[in-house]
């Protein structure tokens, strides 16, 4: 473990006695707390080649969940793999302001999630509001086969429609059930010129699909935020999670296709995260 995280160290990657822990546990098959107290444990030969393994590819960059198969969300579990975009904390943003949106946790709430990518905020919406019923939509095929497999995991997909579709296609928006009581997306919105600047856990291994928001980076924003009011009921609510620098220029895209924009939320970092509207 000591020698991985030098070897991470050179690599200039952060937190990397956290990091090597965890691959030491995914090489031994074993959950990270079974490492504390045996560190003079001997280490079968066949474990220290397999941690060697996942050493390299995290010296060459991967992120850490395509690696260990799996990323927290909301304190869920969610099964992660390369074709879709690693859950991030600050996406827990937009679960937050969903959830003081709609505050009888009872109710049989309709929800859309747009971009659904691992599922993780329609399902853990879904987790959260017991009676609820949701839909998601998604281009990549690779991408929703993970969300349904996350979906069966947190036993809601009973309450989970998860379609294959694109939100540039003509009538998009009329072929998904609604209208729904909230409507959330975290789309794509890194400008196109800027992926290549990113580093490279996210540029070269996360789907570009996943990230690419156009020359701007609104143009996902103003695709969606045009069939916004078809597809909130009249007392419903848009959520959007959005870059860093972006809030004004959607709360303008909101207002400008007739949608009443609310203060944006702010994530932990202090960064203006989710950017919602009313009817
Ligand atoms: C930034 S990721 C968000 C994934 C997930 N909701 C999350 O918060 O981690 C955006 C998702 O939108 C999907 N997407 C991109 N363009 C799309 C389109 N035109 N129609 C439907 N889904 C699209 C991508 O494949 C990706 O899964």
């Known amino acids: ?18 990091e ?40 060459q960059h991967e992120p850490m969940a395509y690696i260990l198969g799996e990323r927290e969300f909301w304190g869920l579990p969610f099964k992660v793999t390369p074709e879709v975009l690693v859950p991030r904390p600050d996406s827990e943003t937009i679960i937050e302001a969903g959830l003081a949106l709609l505050p009888d946790r009872e109710r049989c709430w309709r929800l859309l999630d747009l971009g ?81 600047r990113l580093m490279p856990e996210v540029a070269q291994y996360e789907p570009r699909q996943a990230l690419d928001g156009g020359p701007d980076g609104l143009t996902a924003y103003r695709t969606i935020a045009a069939a916004g009011r078809r597809l909130v009921t009249p007392e419903g609510h848009l959520l959007f999670e959005v870059g860093h620098g972006q809030a004004t220029e959607i709360v303008g895209i909101l207002a400008s296709v007739g949608l009443a924009p609310l203060p944006p939320w702010k994530d932990l970092g202090g960064i203006e995260r989710v950017v919602g509207a009313r009817h």
């Open 1 to 18: 473990m000591r020698d991985t995280a030098v070897a991470l160290a050179a690599a200039g990657i952060d937190n990397v006695r956290f």
């Open 20 to 59: 090597a822990r965890l691959l030491l546990a995914k090489a031994a098959g074993l959950p990270v707390e079974a490492l504390i107290g045996r560190g003079r444990d001997p280490v079968a030969a066949a474990i220290v080649d397999a941690l060697r393994s996942l050493s390299v590819r995290r010296l």
């Open 116 to 196: 659904l990518g691992s599922g993780c905020l329609l399902l853990t919406l879904l987790k959260e509001l017991p009676n609820a019923g949701g839909v998601g939509l998604e281009i990549s095929h690779g991408a929703l086969e993970v969300a349904r497999d996350n979906a069966a995991a947190l036993d809601v997909a009973a309450r989970a429609t998860l379609v294959q579709g694109d939100w540039r296609q003509p009538g998009w928006e009329d072929r998904l059930g609604g209208p729904f009581d909230l409507v959330v997306s975290n789309p794509p919105y890194v400008e196109s010129a800027a992926i290549s």
